[in-house]
């Protein structure tokens, strides 16, 4: 059984007469990654929202159609109920802050300690999303004296203390260099039985997906395998100058068969070097 399940689902803001998401239908197992792109205003942050079940809670509105975390309704419980189940981080890291925490280490654990657990288990959890997100030596700092990549990893690594089966990260690593998202996705991806949603406007970002869905103007355009659709989302996400003239010219025929087409700037090197000796 699938762990996210949507099937004809709409989604209409408290007051409004359309809806601000429709045509949303997909099926995701647990354990494997989605990547929802789109431009600006194409709704990826309501539907990371509405995935993260904040409806009608803290998202006043109505959904209709079939809308499912592990076979329940999305609306069924409290965003609060929830959360060691499920974790949103945005793209503002200050915003997942608590302000109640003088060091790191205390804002991690925060979750953790809402839960009830052990002290030995909370330190355990602590430490072990602290080392995953490269932030242990900032466990004794102050959050307030973060710098923006450095919150950004200590609100991945609040998430990850709570274990949650289901991690949805909305553009949530914009504020690091690609190379330290690029290591952080890598070792999500891995994590057992971690199911992840990215909400990404970078194509290089969603490549690595198993399944890709592709919002525009807050309508499901399609949803496939990442592969599948590179060629019809590329003009909305942002890319590399090199990426998109690969794609480009495997669109106009000029690609040799039997190279792939590149999903990075450093891959996209190797591939011209392919394509050119053949």
């Not at 789109?38 to 942050?45: A, D, F, T």
């Not at 839960?115 to 959050?143: F, K, S």
């Not at 949650?164 to 690609?178: G, H, I, V």
Request: aromatic fraction near 6%; charge should be negative.
């Amino acid at each position: 059984m699938a762990l996210i399940r949507f099937a004809q689902a709409s989604l209409t803001r408290a007051g409004a007469t359309a809806p601000c998401l429709s045509c949303i239908d997909f099926a995701l197992p647990a354990g494997q990654t989605l990547a929802v792109v789109g431009g600006s205003g194409s709704g990826k942050s309501t539907l990371a929202g509405w995935l993260a079940g904040w409806v009608p809670h803290a998202l006043p509105a109505t959904e209709a159609g079939v809308a499912e975390f592990d076979g329940a309704p999305l609306s069924g419980a409290l965003p609060a109920v929830r959360a060691g189940q499920v974790q949103l981080v945005q793209g503002n890291p200050y915003a997942a802050l608590t302000g109640c925490a003088f060091t790191v280490y205390d804002e991690v654990a925060f979750g953790p300690e809402n839960l009830g657990l052990c002290e030995e288990e909370i330190r355990a959890r602590c430490r072990e999303a602290l080392a995953l997100c490269d932030a242990e030596a900032l466990a004794v700092r102050a959050p307030s004296t973060l710098s923006g990549g450095e919150a950004q990893r200590v609100a991945l690594a609040c998430a990850l203390a709570m274990r949650p089966r289901l991690l949805l990260l909305d553009e949530a690593f914009n504020r690091l260099t690609p190379a330290a998202a690029d290591r952080l996705l890598e070792r999500l991806r891995v994590l057992p039985m971690l199911t992840l949603v990215l909400f990404e406007k970078s194509f290089e970002r969603a490549a690595g997906a198993d399944l890709m869905l592709w919002l525009d103007g807050g309508v499901q355009r399609a949803c496939a395998e990442a592969g599948v659709l590179f060629d019809r989302v590329l003009p909305a996400l942002t890319a590399s100058d090199a990426v998109r003239a690969a794609w480009r010219s495997r669109a106009a025929d000029l690609w040799r068969d039997g190279v792939a087409a590149p999903c990075s700037a450093a891959d996209a090197l190797t591939r011209f070097a392919e394509v050119a000796d053949g």
